[in-house]
């Protein structure tokens, strides 16, 4: 079974600083991880993905993310935060031996909220 | 390029009541997942299909049934509503060639059961 928990309801940052959004996932196969953003009243869109290339990983928007298996974790940074990143961000999982036909799995959802 | 388009936007429906939910995908995909987002919660998986078969289903009641259609559109219909039916409906599209991991969202289709 796959799962993930995001730590954090509400995150709020000052526009220009840094942004952490913490991400755990569980999985019992080799799993593909995304991170979708929810603007209101709008549609999921992909941030980026991870599927067992690099462990780093750059998305659009000058997010990225690191999958650390020792630590199940697969946070989102942003270096400098700006007042269009203000959405609901979700942490998704997919097992990957499972083919994917288990659906996305998606975490509760972050807040994001910046501050000017 | 058109993305994964759903109609309609916004239904109101009452509780006993059915109602079908369209989506097209996304020129070239020949996989639909259908998903359901309750308010201040993340999506919920509900279906899976490629080529017309069920790929893989989640947790929801047999009140919740789809189909897919030879040109790859999809419905998704309920049966019976509930008050806690109410909710955003999501379909995304995908393809075999990247495993369906990486999904393409349609803007939903808000239903309100009252």
């Known amino acids: 079974a796959q799962s993930v928990t995001q730590l954090d309801s509400h995150v709020s940052v000052s526009e220009g600083t840094p942004v952490l959004l913490r991400c755990n996932y569980s999985?019992?196969?080799?799993?593909?991880l995304f991170w979708y953003v929810q603007h209101p009243n709008k549609g999921l869109q992909l941030l980026l993905k991870y599927t067992s290339a690099a462990t780093l990983v750059k998305g659009i928007n000058g997010f990225e993310a690191e999958f650390k298996k020792s630590e199940t974790s697969f946070h989102l940074t942003k270096p400098s935060a700006h007042m269009s990143d203000a959405a609901e961000y979700f942490c998704v999982v997919s097992d990957l031996d499972r083919g994917g036909a288990d659906g996305l799995t998606f975490g509760k959802g972050t807040h994001l909220i910046i501050q000017p | 390029d058109a993305g994964v388009t759903q109609s309609p936007t916004h239904l109101i429906k009452t509780r006993g009541q059915q109602v079908t939910l369209r989506c097209s995908p996304i020129s070239g995909h020949k996989s639909v997942s259908w998903y359901q987002q309750v308010l201040g919660q993340g999506p919920q998986f509900i279906f899976q299909?490629?080529?017309?078969?069920?790929?893989g289903r989640g947790n929801f009641p047999d009140r919740f049934s789809a189909r897919q259609f030879p040109n790859y559109s999809s419905e998704l219909n309920v049966n019976a509503l509930l008050l806690g039916d109410s909710a955003l409906y999501l379909c995304?599209?995908?393809?075999?060639?990247?495993?369906?991991?990486?999904?393409?969202f349609g803007p939903g289709t808000r239903l309100t059961v009252l």
């Open positions: 299909y490629y080529e017309k078969e069920e790929r």
């Open positions: 999985s019992s196969y080799s799993p593909s």
């Open positions: 995304a599209s995908s393809t075999p060639d990247a495993g369906f991991h990486e999904q393409f």
